[in-house]
T-cell receptor
Framework: SAVISQKPSRDICQRGTSLTIQCQVD?????MFWYRQQPGQSLTLIAT?????????ESGFVIDKFPISRPNLTFSTLTVSNMSPEDSSIYLC????????FGPGTRLLVL | AQKITQTQPGMFVQEKEAVTLDCTYD???????LFWYKQPSSGEMIFLIY??????QNATEGRYSLNFQKARKSANLVISASQLGDSAMYFC????????????FGTGTSLTVIP
């Protein structure tokens, strides 16, 4: 199994600002994933973060809006840039080998 | 394309009773993995149980068991002896070899355990 920590756990941000979310895994994993979950909905994959290469973004998500870093095999960050109220969501990271384990999530509210 | 379907948006169960949460999937991959996660109101996603497509026996983890019917492409979660703490959202997910380890999630089922 893998233990994943994520911070911040929650934040309230002003429109137009940016927030960087950090995700730490207690073991080395090849791929990490970033998801967004809007209220009452399922998880939507934002991007896959591979160490040593650029992240792979899903349709509807772009690097300028959601830049991702993956400096090593245990850490990744997701930045939500130029935020608007529509970005208010839970953001979750995951990692693991066969099974994906999730961090506790970041609850973001944009005013 | 991979697809996961959960047709029960909400379920109720009496405390100490068993409940089955439905999940069907669609894939052309011969090798895949099926997962169930629990998401309480706190928002964390908790891994519950895993079933591999080549596993001969249904997976079990404590009070959780997975009723895997490969021909029907279903992977229902059975929770026995429900407890109040089981009230949460439950998500079925699938991973295939050609998905780059990406998981596909269903829309979830909200389970409420009634005392």
């Amino acid at each position: 199994s893998a233990v994943i920590s994520q911070k911040p756990s929650r934040d309230i941000c002003q429109r137009g600002t940016s927030l960087t979310i950090q995700c730490q895994v207690d073991s080395q994993v090849t791929m990490m994933f970033w998801y967004r979950q809007q209220p009452g909905q399922s998880l939507t994959l934002i991007a896959t973060a591979n160490q040593g290469s650029e992240a792979t973004y899903e349709s509807g998500f772009v690097i300028d809006k959601f830049p991702i870093s993956r400096p090593n095999l245990t850490f990744s960050t997701l930045t939500v840039s130029n935020m608007s109220p529509e970005d208010s969501s839970i953001y979750l990271c995951s990692g693991g080998r066969e099974t994906q384990y999730f961090g506790p999530g970041t609850r973001l509210l944009v005013l | 394309a991979q697809k996961i379907t959960q047709t029960q948006p909400g379920m109720f169960v009496q405390e100490k009773e068993a409940v089955t949460l439905d999940c069907t999937y669609d894939t052309s991959d011969p090798s895949y993995g099926l997962f169930w996660y629990k998401q309480p109101s706190s928002g964390e996603m908790i891994f519950l149980i895993y079933q591999g497509s080549y596993d001969q026996q249904n997976a079990t983890e404590g009070r959780y068991s997975l009723n895997f019917q490969k021909a029907r492409k279903s992977a229902n979660l059975v929770i026995s002896a429900s407890q109040l703490g089981d009230s949460a959202m439950y998500f079925c997910a699938m991973r295939g070899p050609n998905t780059g380890n990406q998981f596909y999630f269903g829309t979830g089922t909200s389970l409420t355990v009634i005392p």
